[in-house]
């Protein structure tokens, strides 16, 4: 089944759970998505501006923007845009279109699924 622009999950303050540690410093956890997963890739990704299309992905991604500004559109013309700070969750599932619209800079984790 495709997934759609509505199937992303953003990330930010107010999702997930929270938890102030108690491990002997000031510190919190924030946990924004669980799921099973067989393996994981981590990433850093650099782009300049432009577009591609691509297709359907095989694992679930967690991205964060550190620097720029892009789209993303889904098969059936749903968009959506993150910029430099933003956090989102890419189903496995997901084909349409990426767009860098600023020079762009993500730190990603790919999971595989169980």
Avoid at 22 to 36: Q, T
Wanted: with cysteine.
């Amino acid at each position: 089944m495709s997934k759609l622009i509505g199937d992303i999950v953003r990330l930010g303050r107010g999702v997930g759970a929270h938890a102030v540690l108690n491990y002997g410093m000031d510190e919190e956890d924030w946990c924004a998505a669980r799921g099973k997963a067989s393996g994981f890739t981590v990433g850093w990704w650099e782009g300049r501006v432009g577009a591609v299309d691509f297709p359907a992905t095989s694992s679930d991604e967690v991205v964060w923007l550190a620097e720029g500004h892009i789209a993303l559109t889904d098969l059936q013309g749903g968009r959506i845009e993150f910029r430099a700070g933003d956090a989102y969750l890419l189903p496995a599932g997901f084909g349409g279109r990426w767009e860098t619209l600023q020079d762009a800079k993500k730190l990603y984790v790919l999971l595989d699924p169980a």
